[in-house]
Structures are given as C-alpha cells and as structure tokens.
C-alpha cells in the first residue's frame, strides 16, 4: 500500500469558510483535483464564486493566464454528501475549532473512505490524538495546520498524532512540497509550535497593556525590530472575535485579566479590521490601522479597574519581554521534541508569524545573543514578573555547557 503523494489523485475539502476557500486553492492551483463539501449549500455557492474572483483577479494583475485560470478551477468539484468522498486519497477537515464536531466528521469519514485514505484536520489548537480516536484507522490521521490565507501563506504545520505512521508524514511532506509550502513536523501538544509559542509572547503583550503600556506603543516597539506586525495590528487582521468566541464555547478562561481588553473590545462590536474597528480604527475600504484613542481610555480603565498602579514602559522591555517569551517557550519545545530542531521553530516563526528575516528567527536570534546572557536576562525577569520566567531546563543546560539551540540534535534535549 503505498501512501507516496505522488499517487496522491485526489482531495477533498471539507469546510467553505476562509480556511476551507485557502486550502482548496492551494491544491487546485498545483493541479490536485479536490472534492469540496460544506453543509451548508449556500456557502458552499458562495465560497466557489470567492474562488472564481480570485482567479480572475490573478488573471487581471497578469499573475496568472486565463488559461492556468480555467485549469485552477476545473480541478475544484462541489459535492453534496460524504458518499461522494468515498475514492479520495486524502481528505482535509477545515471546519470551525470545535471537537465533538471534528470527531463526528472524522467518524462519519472514516466509514466511507477507502481504507488506505489519509484523514487530516486543519485544527490550529486542537489535540489531534483525540481526534484519532475516534477512527479505526489512527496510524493515517494527523494535522494540517495551514496559515491564513492559506493559499498566500507559506507555512504548514504537519502535526503528528502518537500513532500516525511515518509514511503518512511522508506523504504529507510531500504534499507540502507539491503545494510550494514550507513544511515543519510538529508534534501533538496544545498550540503545536507556533501557536504555542504565540500565546506566551502574547501574554506579555497584553500584560503590558495592563502595567502601563499602550496598543500602539507595544506594536510600534515590535515593528522597529522588525516584525512585519505588532501582536495587537496582528489581532484586528486575524480578527479579535476568534478567540473571544472560542473562550465562550469552552466556558473557561474569559476572567483571566489578560483578555479583559479584548473581551471589552469585543463587548463593543470592535472585532478588528473586517468591521473598521479593532485594536485601531480603519478608514472604509482602507487596512491602514489609526490610532484611536477611545481605545487607550478602555486601556486605562482596564487596567485601573483589575488594580494596576501603571508605570512608564520603555520600548527596551517591550522587546525584551516578548522575544524572552518566544525563546523559553521555544527551548521548552526542543526540550519535549514538539520540534525536531531550533531551525524548524524558526521556520515556523519567520513563515507563519512574520519574525523578521534577517534575524533568523527566535531561536537563531538567541543564539547570536549567547545562551549565557539569555539565561541572565530570564532570571533577572523572574523576581520582578514571576515563575513563569524561570528559564527552561534546556536553556539552562546549554547556557552552562557554553552551547546553542543550533546545537541541540534530534532526541538529545
């Protein structure tokens, strides 16, 4: 049974939302025939016409002929049951983040697709073992994390189940390479690599907000390293309801102090850039984020009503703060072989999360710092900011042994 890509003739789409309209142009563009189904038929009608535009569109800017055009979308089928997915070679489950609905898709797949078929999940969070489970065949499930909009983004996180079979990864590797992306294997744990990595440099972030600083002033700190943009800019463009809503589906989490700005932002319909107001104010049709300062007085007010006495924030502990975060959440996955190196944790940062280029990404820029001073810099972090800037065993070790992240081989941490 070979599970080579290269026999890969046919895919399937399951989802007509933003990441489900990615992924099919991702695959159809390189040529790989997709079967897209959605329960709902009207949206499945109106992501198909999403697709269409964009085509003509590349066709207009002269990205594309018309030609290459009618081929993109003669590979992309509408059907309208699981039965008709019952010959495809792979399928990919792009619905919204919600378990039991994943596992009831994966159950229903798994009766009907043919027994050498892979089964993937775009999940971005979501535990992918669980999602195995439910299947009788866990050795050819795992997870395709695309980036959005994934037909432009460049990363994939291919996410491997305690179960999925090496040549599954394979083939997902190839595919990858297939679809022009770049491919990192991560393993299965909460928020895979970047995710995870981005939720401990986000804390920060917003931490910050709360002791003294402002959305603006900690964007514009992260610009001028070179981040393409700030967390809060980031957050009006992803959008702020997501994990709002995902914070009211799961009944837990929505009193953290941290996400009291969001959740008041949010509170006022102020969703990000999709409705001109988020983090920023954006003029009709324009993506150009305006400071607004309605949004420091709920800043303020904020802050003072959770009980932080605020405090000038330089631009220096801005940087510090959140590169350190990425770096021991990094080093931290090294150490449990989520990664299988510091290079592909850089990859993900500078294809997926827009870490400058020229710095290398979090873990070379560690690097260049020395692990020594890194060190350092943790534990000074520690007394003032609290345990979670106790810094990782493994930086711990290489500091001491004058090593790097570069260093550190597969299964050595």
Same mark, same amino acid.
């Given at each position: ?20 309209r ?8 390189? @040529?790989?025939?997709?079967l897209?189904? +959605?329960?709902?038929?009207?949206m499945?009608?109106? $992501?198909?016409?999403?697709? /269409? ?10 990205r ?5 055009? $009618? ?15 019952k ?8 619905v ?22 892979i ?9 992918? +073992?669980?999602?195995? /489970? ?8 795992? &997870?395709?994390?695309f ?10 996180e291919?996410?491997? #189940? ?7 990864l394979e ?5 990858g390479?297939r ?36 959305p ?7 610009? #001028?390293? &070179?981040?393409?943009m ?5 957050? +009006? ?26 959740n008041?932002?949010c ?7 999709k ?9 009709? #049709? ?22 932080? /006495? ?21 080093a ?11 290079? +592909?944790?850089?990859?993900?940062y ?8 020229d710095?290398?990404?979090p ?14 810099r943790?534990?000074?972090l520690?007394p ?12 711990e070790?290489?500091?001491?042994? @004058?090593?790097c ?8 941490a």
């Amino acid at each position: 049974m070979s599970h080579s890509a290269l026999t890969l003739q046919q895919a399937a789409v399951i989802g007509a939302g933003t990441m489900g309209r990615g992924i099919v142009m991702s695959l159809a563009n390189a @040529g790989i025939p997709v079967l897209w189904l +959605d329960n709902n038929p009207q949206m499945l009608e109106q $992501a198909l016409s999403v697709v /269409a535009e964009t085509n003509a569109h590349n066709v207009k800017l002269g990205r594309i002929s018309a030609e290459q055009s $009618a081929a993109r979308l003669a590979c992309v089928t509408p059907v309208h049951d699981y039965a008709a997915l019952k010959g495809v070679d792979l399928v990919i489950e792009a619905v919204y983040e919600n378990l039991e609905l994943k596992q009831q898709i994966f159950r229903s797949l798994d009766g009907i697709l043919k027994p050498a078929a892979i089964l993937a999940s775009n999940t971005s969070a979501l535990d992918i +073992d669980a999602i195995a /489970a439910v299947t009788a065949r866990p050795e050819q499930v795992l &997870g395709l994390h695309f980036f959005s909009p994934a037909h432009i983004m460049k990363l994939l996180e291919i996410v491997r #189940g305690a179960k999925t079979a090496p040549a599954v990864l394979e083939a997902a590797l190839e595919l990858g390479r297939r679809i022009g992306k770049v491919a990192v294997v991560a393993g299965n744990c909460h928020g895979f690599i970047g995710n995870r990595m981005l939720a401990s440099y986000v804390r920060e972030a917003r931490m910050l907000l709360l002791e003294g600083a402002l959305p603006q002033q900690v964007d514009a700190a992260l610009q #001028g390293f &070179g981040f393409a943009m700030g967390p809060f800019r980031m957050y +009006d463009v992803v959008g702020i309801d997501l994990e709002w809503r995902a914070r009211e589906l799961a009944g837990f989490g929505q009193d953290e102090p941290t996400v009291q700005v969001d959740n008041r932002l949010c509170g006022l319909g102020r969703f990000g850039q999709k409705v001109g107001m988020g983090y920023y104010r954006y003029a009709e #049709g324009s993506r150009e984020a305006l400071h607004d300062p309605l949004v420091d007085a709920l800043v303020l007010q904020v802050s003072e009503q959770l009980g932080f /006495a605020r405090r000038e924030v330089a631009a220096e502990e801005i940087l510090e703060r959140c590169l350190l975060a990425l770096v021991n959440e990094g080093a931290k996955i090294l150490e449990e072989q989520i990664a299988a190196n510091s290079h +592909d944790i850089d990859l993900v940062y500078l294809n997926g999360y827009g870490f400058p280029a020229d710095k290398g990404g979090p873990m070379a820029w560690a690097d260049s710092q020395g692990l020594a001073a890194i060190h350092a810099r943790l534990k000074a972090l520690q007394p003032l900011f609290g345990d979670h800037w106790q810094p990782a065993r493994l930086i711990e070790k290489l500091a001491a042994s @004058g090593k790097c992240f570069a260093e550190v081989r597969e299964g050595q941490a």
